[in-house]
């Protein structure tokens, strides 16, 4: 039996079967779906292209949302990269113009894979592949990421939620970020407690986000927070791998994140009632939307 | 939740922008087009609640459209799902409606199908995705049809439901779930009936040789 409530759990069971946690993850799938572990690694593989396509499509196409509110900044920042006009270097750079190509192309009724959810789809593709590109990884390294991120992400879901209507944007782009901060680790060949360090480092950042979409729609602020999961990702791997920990283990943060999602008002959660949603500007851009 | 698959998790792939509002609505589409059974060319669709509010940012109404042309939700041509209906003589119409204790995501669907005949469906898109079938022509069905479902509108007799289980039997197929109602005694009655195993064309062509048995349709699951 490879089932696992807890981050702690996995890493534990992957050390007394001698297996990598990748292998749990997958025979854990196995013994749910009584599919072959060759089965699993080519849906998984399907993922990929399907997230490549996205990030393609959004780098490329001139994108336009339904509503009008968002498409072309994705592009806007490809090319200020290629002038060099980039503050923060190569890596980075490419990894929040890849998150923000997903988002966009997601707002736009494109097709994108919901890593947990739609509205946080673009963060693990905007990490992953920036990290990979930038350390010539393979794709057999990625799927292997994203086998790490999913197993983070049940864990999430079993534990607390990564829905944002429950947990607010924490719940979210929070458990997304944690997500791709673990499978960077375990991409770049770190520790099973770096990559737990790395998770709880990630959420711990953006412990009480909340989710306030203006006009109810996946757009503001969604999009520019999926460059601020991928951004946050980056930066909790990069502490991980020093071998700096997290006083506060993973999985008593993934409760903490749930305790404080429930804490919230409802306001805060995904009924566009507070925050930016009705600020000014939000309120006239919600008008502005619905009276076309 | 201990059955979560990790694919739960890194998916659904689908076309954006919101898994309630726009995959959600596409599967409600796909559900409702297995439940009339066959062609249609009307459609009103009543829209409540968030759905009713946010309904053309999240493309929900083209989603809508394209899960009854059969579209899945990861086809891409679910935007252009206006142009298909066009081509392919589907009139539609939105209106907004308030319903009583309904899910803030339902959608009330009047169906006409090109025998005239209207048949009325409320269906709620309950997160990530996922969706109920609240009630067919009033009846309340409460089907989610993750599982391999079965919808059938039998005469209210003793025994009826005897003989379907019996065919499931001779198939070995296991009912993970079964719910019975109707109208008024001795008259039509709809069974629901979820099972663990697919279902093939042949088990159903069983079921309809049961002459109490007016109509079986099978609705699940949908991916």
Redesign the interface.
């Known amino acids: 039996m490879y089932n696992f409530n807890r981050l702690s759990e996995l890493i534990e069971l992957a050390k007394k079967e001698q297996l990598s946690i990748v292998d749990i993850i997958i025979g854990r799938e196995q013994e749910l779906t009584n599919k072959s572990r060759g089965e699993i690694r080519a849906k998984m593989a399907k993922a990929l292209t399907v997230m490549r396509e996205s990030v393609e499509i959004g780098l490329s196409e001139d994108i336009k949302s339904t509503s009008g509110l968002s498409g072309g900044d994705a592009k806007l920042l490809i090319e200020a990269q290629k002038k060099g006009a980039t503050v923060t270097g190569t890596l980075l750079s490419s990894a929040i113009a890849k998150a923000i190509a997903v988002a966009e192309v997601n707002a736009a009724m494109g097709r994108i894979v919901a890593v947990p959810t739609a509205g946080s789809c673009g963060i693990l593709p905007g990490a992953l592949l920036a990290v990979a590109e930038a350390k010539d990884l393979d794709d057999e390294a990625i799927i292997d990421g994203l086998f790490v991120a999913s197993g983070i992400g049940l864990i999430i879901a079993k534990q607390a939620t990564v829905s944002g209507a429950e947990g607010g944007c924490q719940a979210e782009c929070g458990s997304a970020a944690a997500m791709a901060a673990g499978a960077i680790v375990y991409m770049l060949e770190g520790k099973e407690e770096q990559v737990l360090d790395a998770v709880a480092i990630a959420l711990k950042n953006v412990l009480g986000l909340v989710c306030d979409p203006v006009a109810g729609l996946v757009e503001v602020p969604c999009i520019k927070r999926n460059a601020g999961g991928a951004t946050n990702s980056l930066m909790a791997a990069e502490l991980a791998l020093a071998g700096i920990k997290s006083h506060i283990p993973a999985d008593e943060v993934i409760i903490a994140m749930k305790k404080i999602g429930q804490a919230l008002a409802p306001q805060l959660k995904e009924t566009s009632l507070g925050g930016l949603a009705v600020t000014p500007t939000g309120c006239k851009l919600k008008d502005e939307i619905l009276s076309k | 939740?201990?059955?979560?698959?990790?694919?739960?998790?890194?998916?659904?792939?689908?076309?954006?922008?919101?898994?309630s509002h726009?995959?959600g609505a596409v599967r409600i589409g796909n559900l409702a087009r297995k439940i009339i059974g066959e062609e249609f060319n009307q459609v009103k669709i009543y829209l409540h609640g968030?759905f009713k509010?946010?309904y053309?940012?999240?493309?929900t109404d083209?989603a809508i459209i394209g899960g009854l042309l059969g579209l899945k939700t990861?086809n891409?041509i679910?935007?252009e799902a206006f142009t298909l209906a066009k081509a392919r003589g589907l009139k539609y119409e939105f209106l907004p409606i308030d319903l009583d204790n309904a899910h803030p995501n339902t959608i009330k669907l009047e169906i006409e199908n090109i025998k005239g005949k209207v048949i009325s469906i409320i269906a709620s898109s309950i997160?990530?995705?996922s969706v109920v079938i609240n009630e067919i022509d009033g009846i309340k069905v409460g089907v989610t049809a993750e599982l391999p479902t079965l919808l059938t509108i039998h005469q209210d007799k003793p025994g009826i439901i005897a003989k379907i289980s019996k065919v499931l039997e001779d198939y070995k197929l296991n009912i993970a779930y079964m719910k019975v109602l109707r109208e008024y005694k001795g008259s039509l009655a709809t069974a629901v009936i979820e099972v663990d195993e697919e279902i093939e064309g042949e088990i159903i062509d069983k079921i309809k040789e049961i002459t109490e048995v007016e109509e079986i349709k099978l609705i699940g699951p949908i991916n």
């Not at chain 2, 939740?1 to 898994?19: C, R, T």
């Open positions: 939740m201990s059955n979560l698959s990790i694919f739960d998790i890194i998916g659904p792939v689908m076309v954006g922008p919101s898994s726009t995959a968030s509010e946010t053309q940012g999240h493309g083209k990861d891409p679910i935007k997160g990530g995705g």
